[in-house]
């Protein structure tokens, strides 16, 4: 029988909770830890849709990358959007452990597994807190062609991005919101930037260093973390079933 406590040990060698950054709350968040889990369901966010799914495929344990309960829950009522979500799940008997910074800097976590996606091997991470990661093209691509490949490998509907040279070959990435990172990247030489969330004034900024950075959305460049998490939980409880969602979906739309 495996239990989730026996889930949440394995998610625990992979992103030790040690790892999370101090604003963080990474780790098990409700339910009971000792129960059988047989089906598991995993998804970028929790929101209704992915509760809903979860109980309708009778999975005992969701497994997310951005916490549910962030901050400090005062009361579990249905006035409130999360705590009306979180009195879903318990109601449900549903389980549930989120992985968030600790599995952006751990390795084979989000940051190594998007720049893989994108054509290179991590070198070493961004930034001083172990986040992000640097690599290089095993070939210089035409900026054009990376944008293309870029939105293909991740489902993007589109980039918004600011040019620096013609050709892509040392790149740096962070899922989610990075543009605060792109100094690291200028420093450490990459001449592309792949990451989310940038502001008007970073982009202005990359422009000024010549660096290319492209904002490819937060879900999107963080969203591939989950298939690849399922697949190495797969391999460690053969006799788990472990879905990715089928209902969750970024939340913002492009016209």
Do not use: W
């Not at 901050?71 to 006035?79: E, F, H, N, Q, W």
């Not at 910074?101 to 893989?116: H, S």
């Amino acid at each position: 029988m495996t239990t989730i406590r026996d889930i949440f040990k394995t998610l625990c060698g992979i992103a030790p909770l040690e790892l999370q950054m101090g604003f963080d709350n990474a780790g098990f968040q409700l339910g009971r830890i000792d129960r059988e889990a047989r089906r598991v369901l995993l998804a970028l966010d929790v929101t209704d849709a992915v509760a809903e799914e979860a109980r309708s495929d009778g999975a005992e344990l969701i497994i997310s990358h951005h916490p549910l309960i962030f901050s400090p829950l005062k009361a579990v009522t249905d006035a409130d959007p999360v705590q009306k979500r979180a009195l879903y799940l318990i109601e449900n008997g549903i389980a549930l452990i989120s992985m968030h910074t600790n599995l952006d800097v751990a390795e084979g976590g989000v940051n190594d597994v998007l720049i893989r996606l994108l054509g290179a091997e991590p070198e070493a991470p961004l930034d001083a807190d172990g986040c992000g990661r640097i690599g290089s093209l095993p070939e210089p691509m035409l900026l054009s062609a990376f944008l293309e490949r870029s939105k293909d490998i991740l489902h993007a509907p589109a980039l918004r991005y600011c040019k620096g040279e013609d050709l892509v070959s040392r790149i740096a990435v962070m899922g989610g919101s990075g543009g605060g990172s792109l100094e690291d990247a200028v420093r450490l030489g990459c001449d592309t930037y792949v990451t989310a969330d940038v502001k008007y004034h970073q982009f202005q900024r990359a422009a000024e260093c010549g660096l290319t950075l492209i904002d490819a959305d937060h879900f999107y460049t963080e969203n591939p973390i989950i298939p690849a998490l399922a697949e190495r939980l797969r391999e460690e409880f053969p006799g788990v079933e472990f879905r990715v969602s089928q209902e969750h979906r970024a939340c913002i739309r492009f016209a």
